[in-house]
Structures are given as C-alpha cells and as structure tokens.
C-alpha cells in the first residue's frame, strides 16, 4: 500500500511560478499511475494532470494545459507538478492520487480512479 505525501504549495503572486512534489513510499513507484487534482472551496475535486507508470504518456485538463507539467522520477519515488504563469483561478488545495496499473501507457482523470490520496498541500495566487 502506497503512501503520499505532498509540498510545495505556497503563496505566490499571479503570473508565478512553483513547483509541488509528492513523495511515495511502501509500495513499487513504477507500478502506479500518478495524478494530480486540485479543490478550491465550495467546488468539487477537479483533475489537472496523470502521468503512466513510466512516465511516456501524460494528459491534462485544459485549463493547465500549457502552463502546468507533470513528470516523475523513479530514483526519487516522486512525482512533480510544475505550474507557471499562475493565475488567482489555480488556487486550490492540490492533491497527489495513485492507481496500481499493469499497463505501462494507461492515464487516468477522474478521481473515481485513484484509490490512494495524499493530505494536499495549498496554493494560493495573489492578484
């Protein structure tokens, strides 16, 4: 069973930058698909970004895309969420999901999905 721990939010101004991990631990890291989702208050939990067990496949919600990436380094057991060109919209708390996967190329967007969550680490965007 796979833990997840997040970091990395934090204030920061519209049009900024920051980079969020999630560190796994107690299970394979490459035997998961990794994700990442975000709830801001009084809305529902929203995809943003899902990366394959070996990092060669990702998606995201259209209202990253261009601006957010995610990636994943197996020596580390982490997977990362870069965000730029932050806007007062992304704030949120972000949450880091997995999903034991035996297909190398699957993704996944919905939280349905995932059985396994992280605390979540907040960002906020000042304008």
């Known amino acids: 069973q796979v833990q997840l721990v997040e970091s990395g939010g934090g204030l920061v101004q519209a049009g900024g930058s920051l980079r969020l991990s999630c560190a796994a631990s107690g299970g394979t890291f490459s035997s998961y698909v990794m994700g990442w989702f975000r709830q801001a208050p009084g809305k529902e939990r929203e995809f943003v970004a899902t990366?394959?067990?070996?990092?060669?496949?990702?998606y995201y919600a259209d209202s990253v895309k261009g601006r957010f990436t995610i990636s994943r380094e197996s020596a580390e057991n982490t997977v990362y969420l870069q965000m730029t060109s932050l806007k007062p919209e992304d704030a949120a708390v972000y949450y880091c999901?997995?999903?034991?996967?035996?297909?190398?190329?699957?993704?996944?967007?919905?939280?349905?999905?995932?059985?396994?969550w992280g605390q979540g680490t907040q960002v906020t965007v000042s304008s």
């Open positions: 990366i394959s067990r070996r990092g060669a496949n990702t």
């Open positions: 999901a997995a999903r034991f996967e035996l297909f190398l190329g699957r993704t996944y967007n919905r939280a349905a999905d995932y059985g396994y």
